[in-house]
DNA sequence: GCCCAGGTACGTC
DNA sequence: GACGTACATGGG
């Protein structure tokens, strides 16, 4: 399937303000709940404090249009064209897939503005490790402390002190009365394992973005933490694998409930049903499959 | 109190 | 290799 390069015309209209007109399959509500990032802050309906790595900007989407305030023209280029994915053509996908089966064709017009983030790859190991077996507000609150006590300030917005993502020997600096206060849990000797071994550079994980899916599963799971979903997280929301398919118990729903999987089939056999069933941007799928199935949980309860 | 959360590690068979 | 179970913590 290939995809088309949407042509993207910044075009300035304020102090440190820019502008996007007529942005299409975007929506950053959507991608708000996606369940991707954890370090969003939604200030109003369309309007986010938007934190990712070393960098942040305020998002505001209205009448088809993408504003980012607080930055600058490069840095719209460089860094949040590429952590949106905003040149790929999302509407050719959702078409594809709606070509493909009913239940997928519903959950794309229902999530029609889904994307899949290129976040950070340190920032998405550490979340996702975080996220594993946990309730997303927690996972929020946890890696917001991490970043206050790790990370380095970079600036103030609206009295809210801002702070960068840290990196593995900034998170190894921090007092055992600071990780304790992270509240992670069991998960407190996974982070620290996993930043040893990534300060030690026993895990190269830029080097794990340019295997195939398969080897960089492989290798992301040597850290401590990481299991087969949180691999395939990673893998798909910070590398660009589409063929990385994350089962979490929602995906078991989905994938029981409408593409016949049996009672007792397991994750590591959902997952493969999920690539051989929808291919090379499988991971895509998932996401629309995802957000479908709990939003629409959500509003049952 | 119970169940659950974008699961993983570890021991057992 | 497949399966069961413990695991910190807080919200519903």
Redesign the pocket.
Known sequence: MATNQIFLDWKRCGKKKYCLMNVQDFSLEQIYA???PFRWKRIEKNHFLIQSAGFWTVAIQKEGALYLCETTLKECRSVWENYFDLARDYGMLKANFAKADEHLEKATRFGDGIRILRQDIFETIITFII????????IKGSVAKLCEFAGEKLGEYDGEILYAFPSAEQMLAMSQEQWSAI?L??REK?LKETARMIAEREIAFEEIAKLDTQEGQKKL?LL????????D?ILLFSMGKYDAF??????EKVMKKQYGLSQNS?A?QIRFAGVERFGAFAGIA??YL?FYERENSKRR?
């Open positions: 996606s369940g991707q996220s594993s077996n946990n309730h997303i507000p927690r509240k849990g069991y996974y799971r401590s933490g990481v299991g087969e979903k949180v691999a997280c994350p089962v979490d118990t929602w995906m397991k590591t998932q996401q995802f309860d």
